[in-house]
Nanobody, 124 residues
Framework: QVQLVESGGGLVQAGGSLRLSCAASGRTFSSLVLGWFRQAPGKERESVAAISRSGGSTYYLDSVKGRFTISKDSAKNTVYLQMSGLKPEDTAVYYC?????????????????WGQGTQVTVSS
């Protein structure tokens, strides 16, 4: 089992920045593929970013490329999502997820464990 606890959400004006954090416990951190997903009201959950077990490979949703950065600190068992240039359309509940996979995963079904979610609201 893996427990994931997100933090860092909140209300920010358009153009602002936020950093989401997700602390993982219960399994060797380096054995996990980690991802961030989001779900806006009335929409399906979508993959925003993912990082491989080694940290050497990343994935970004096209609409966040150049604005969001995923990273991880293995010493702290924490994965981050640095978000800048935020837009109202980034408003959603953001979820951290972990996969006991070898290769980088971007599909929701590939993730075994999920955090409780943190709300990000971007005002115009």
């Amino acid at each position: 089992q893996v427990q994931l606890v997100e933090s860092g959400g909140g209300l920010v004006q358009a153009g602002g920045s936020l950093r989401l954090s997700c602390a993982a416990s219960g399994r060797t951190f380096s054995s996990l593929v980690l991802g961030w997903f989001r779900q806006a009201p009335g929409k399906e959950r979508e993959s925003v970013a993912a990082i491989s077990r080694s940290g050497g490979s990343t994935y970004y949703l096209d609409s966040v490329k150049g604005r969001f950065t995923i990273s991880k600190d293995s010493a702290k068992n924490t994965v981050y999502l640095q978000m800048s240039g935020l837009k109202p359309e980034d408003t959603a509940v953001y979820y951290c997820a972990a996969a006991t996979a070898i290769a980088l995963r971007v599909d929701e079904g590939g993730y075994n464990f999920w955090g409780q979610g943190t709300q990000v609201t971007v005002s115009s």
